[in-house]
């Protein structure tokens, strides 16, 4: 069988992990890569999920739009949302206050 070079670019850290991985299960890259391949073909899909995230869909953006504007054109309270260990959404208002809200996932539920 014929063999030809696949070239890909990729972050240096993921590059290092990956063959630091790859090392520890007893394997090189290239072994992995073709294991990857083989895969592929052999499903005719990809070995995992791939889906959209749902914070950067249309109506979200919309919405997103439609907050900022309404922010700089009246004022508002500005906030720094942060999701805590538990899943909860915490508001932390410029005051000092805090508010907090139990969330079920990080978006998309309302």
Not at 77 to 85: A, C, G, L, M
Request: glycine share 6%.
């Amino acid at each position: 069988m014929a063999q030809a070079n696949l070239s890909v670019r990729i972050d240096e850290m993921d590059k290092k992990n990956f063959e630091a991985f790859c090392n520890e299960t007893g394997m090189n890259v290239s072994t992995a890569v073709n294991m990857f391949v083989k895969a592929v073909l052999r499903e005719q899909q990809l070995p995992f999920v791939v889906k959209t995230d749902p914070f950067y869909g249309a109506e979200n953006m919309a919405r997103l739009k439609k907050s900022i504007h309404q922010l700089e054109t009246t004022g508002g309270t500005v906030r720094e949302v942060i999701f805590d260990d538990s899943n909860r959404l915490v508001y932390r208002i410029k005051d000092d206050r805090i508010d907090i809200a139990q969330c079920g996932s990080h978006y998309g539920d309302k």
